[in-house]
C-alpha cells in the first residue's frame, strides 16, 4: 500500500490549493478515505472523509464550505480542494486509507501517506 500526496507549498491568505494523494497497492474503490492535518506544535486534525465512491463527504467545522475533497477511482487519485485559505490552515496535509469502504473515522484507518506540507502566509 501506498499513499502519495502532492500539490502543498506557500499560499497567501485567501488563497487557493489543490492536494492530491495518488494511490497504489491495493483496490482503491474498497476504501474510504480521508484527510488529517497537524500544524506546527498540534495535534492531528481531522479534515474530511469520504466513501469508497465518494457519494458521501464529511468535513470538519472549520473547513465547511471551504474544502472540498473529491476522488477518481479509475486513476486512483483523492483530492483535496482548499479555497479561502487561512494562516491557521497551514499544516501538514495527510491522505489516510480507510479500513474499508464506509466512512473512515467510523471504520478506522490503516494506512497514511507522508503528508504535504501547506503554508498560508502573506
Known amino acids: 500500500v501506498q499513499l502519495v500526496e502532492s500539490g502543498g507549498g506557500l499560499v497567501q491568505p485567501g488563497g487557493s490549493l489543490r492536494l492530491s494523494c495518488a494511490a497504489s497497492?491495493?483496490?482503491?474503490?474498497?476504501?474510504?478515505m480521508s484527510w488529517v492535518r497537524q500544524a506546527p506544535g498540534k495535534r492531528l486534525e481531522w479534515v474530511s472523509d469520504m466513501t469508497w465512491n465518494g457519494g458521501s463527504v464529511y468535513y470538519g467545522e472549520s473547513m465547511k464550505g471551504r474544502f472540498t475533497a473529491s476522488r477518481d477511482n479509475a486513476k486512483n487519485v483523492v483530492f483535496l480542494q482548499m479555497n479561502s485559505l487561512k494562516p491557521e490552515d497551514t499544516a501538514v496535509y495527510y491522505c489516510a486509507r480507510g479500513r474499508g469502504r464506509g466512512t473512515p473515522g467510523l471504520v478506522g484507518m490503516d494506512y497514511w501517506g507522508e503528508g504535504t506540507l501547506v503554508t498560508v502566509s502573506s
Open positions: 497497492g491495493f483496490i482503491f474503490d474498497d476504501h474510504g
